[in-house]
């Protein structure tokens, strides 16, 4: 039998129906065999009874019976094909994921294709008969895929081979002359090319996405970072705050204590006194009773006479009569140092928020420089860009260009900030005059031009030495404590804020509030007219020192 079977061919073991080695296989009227299951499954489906290899009809269903000669040849064929399989390095078992071939007959082999027309995956051994029979090189094979019937047309049992583009799905070719008759076709490989390439564009897209995405989650985080350094830096400034208001409350209520007790050892030093004066003359009178009790017992009446006068004068004593301690009062007392005490705290915790505050706008620092192509053509810019003072004289030749002041001696810093925050110093020492602040880029720059936030400016300035002024709209007179010698400049986009910082002093000067920026904001400067030389000195930007 082993012999006789290595003689065959596997073509000659394979049922035309299922394309595999045959499994109970049985002999119908015209001598042809095939799978009982397969036949039997045929006749089923197509009346009336015909073989599926020559079309000979049968009028009346043949009775099958298993061909036992062919049955056994089927075996010994399987058993060899398997030990061949089995021998080959190149085959493996199909892993959880891959495909397995679906001819394998208990131990599974990895598939190399699946057939389209078979609707099947085959490994290498049972691939071999597609590769060799002339009809079935004709079959489409592909990558081994699961779910083949997936890729068959439900109504017309064939290949989905054509795209229909008119309805948008994948048809046969017997579909394009039914449901789909006169619609636009296309084979499922141009439709493929383009949906790939499609595909392409929305990876790329996704890509793009998850890249935004990526960026935006590192922005979130970067927030996060800021807002968490804030809240530790509003944190310190709070204890600061607060522990510098409880030292100052201990120390008025020390001060207090102490003049009460102060008060107190004045009463007692007074009381003691008068105690000591009256324990005298107690003891004075002791002694004068003491000598008149012994002389009114004598019976020595010369002695008597001679010794009245001096005993019956009465003794040389302090009248007490309007004399008492001055009992100090205390009412009121802690009123007042509380009164006190409040005027302190409030002075002192404008102070320190004063100090708190320009700490905190200062870590918004940005590096300012003048912009030249701005400046007024009296006004000298120095090359780093960090100084301006009136030149007297109007430049000649200079470029005419729409950015530049002709009228008014102001200029712009070349940066600009359309959102966040920004702080930047000015030194404004030895100076009578000057304008700080920051404009719209939009402002007139040609002309008369008037400095109010309806204008586009929100600035202060300084005026004859003295005069410190918001301009407002109408201007609103500064009362400052001191002279400031260098300005800070905070403006807060989002919030509507530009604020102005004495320094040195670490005070308020003045703030603008409920703003509406739509548009880039630049640092606006103006040194004004020398004055005869009083207010030649520059305005410099200087680098900000940040005192944590």
């Known amino acids: 039998m082993s012999a006789a079977s290595s003689l065959l061919s596997e073509e000659q073991f394979l049922c035309s129906v299922c394309l595999d080695v045959f499994t109970d296989p049985v002999t119908i009227p015209c001598g042809h065999n095939f799978c009982k299951n397969c036949i039997t499954q045929h006749w089923d489906i197509n009346a009336p009874c015909q073989c599926p290899m020559c079309n000979k009809l049968f009028y009346t269903r043949p009775e099958l019976h298993v061909n036992t000669f062919i049955c056994e040849m089927a075996a010994q064929f399987r058993k060899s094909a398997r030990k061949k399989a089995s021998s080959c390095p190149d085959q493996r078992c199909a892993k959880p994921g891959e495909v ?44 081994p895929v699961e779910n083949l019937e997936g890729r068959m047309c439900k109504k017309h049992d064939r290949p989905l081979e054509l795209f229909c583009k008119t309805d948008q799905m994948c048809v046969c070719h017997f579909c394009t002359e039914s449901d789909h008759k006169l619609h636009h076709f296309v084979p499922l490989k141009e439709q493929y090319k383009g949906k790939k390439a499609e595909l392409g564009k929305t990876e790329a897209e996704i890509r793009q996405m998850i890249q935004e995405r990526q960026l935006k989650i590192q922005e979130i985080k970067h927030s996060v970072e800021l807002s968490k350094e804030d809240a530790d830096r509003e944190i310190a400034d709070s204890v600061r705050v607060f522990t510098a208001l409880m030292q100052s409350v201990e120390r008025g209520q020390a001060e207090l204590i102490e003049t009460i007790e102060e008060k107190q050892k004045t009463t007692e030093k007074e009381a003691e006194g008068f105690i000591e004066e009256l324990e005298q003359e107690i003891s004075e009178l002791m002694k004068r009773s003491t000598e008149v009790e012994q002389l009114s017992h004598t019976e020595d009446h010369l002695h008597l006479l001679q010794s009245f006068p001096s005993l019956n004068t009465p003794p040389h004593t302090k009248d007490w009569t309007e004399v008492s301690v001055h009992r100090s009062s205390y009412e009121g007392t802690v009123r007042r140092a509380v009164a006190q005490l409040e005027e302190t705290l409030r002075k002192e915790m404008e102070k320190l928020c004063d100090d708190v505050e320009l700490k905190r706008v200062q870590h918004y620092s940005v590096d300012v420089t003048l912009d030249p192509d701005t400046a007024h053509p009296s006004l000298i810019v120095s ?78 300035c300084l005026r004859n030495g003295n005069e410190y002024k918001a301009l407002a709209g109408p201007a609103v007179r500064l009362s400052l404590k001191t002279k400031p010698q260098k300005v800070g400049v905070f403006v807060d986009y989002e919030e509507g804020l530009v604020s102005f910082h004495d320094v040195d002093a670490a005070a308020l000067i003045y703030s603008f509030t409920g703003c509406t920026f739509t548009e880039k904001l630049y640092p606006f400067f103006s040194s004004c007219n020398n004055r005869g030389g009083k207010n030649s000195t520059p305005l410099i930007i200087s680098p900000v020192n940040h005192t944590d």
Do not use: M
């Open 383 to 460: 090359d780093d860009g960090k100084q301006v003072n009136h030149g007297d004289v109007k430049k000649k030749n200079l470029p005419e260009n729409p950015e530049r002041f002709s009228s008014c001696t102001f200029v712009f810093g070349k940066q600009s900030f359309s959102s966040g925050r920004f702080y930047y110093e000015v030194q404004v020492k030895g100076k009578t005059d000057w304008d700080l602040g920051v404009a719209r880029g939009s402002i007139n720059r040609k002309g008369k031009i008037t400095e109010s936030p309806k204008n586009g400016f929100w600035t202060i």
């Open 100 to 143: 397995p071939c679906d001819v394998c007959t208990g131990t599974k082999l990895k598939a190399l294709k699946s057939c389209l027309v078979c609707l099947a995956s085959y490994c290498e051994t049972h691939l071999e008969p597609h590769q060799r029979i002339t009809s079935l090189k004709k079959h489409k094979l592909i990558n």
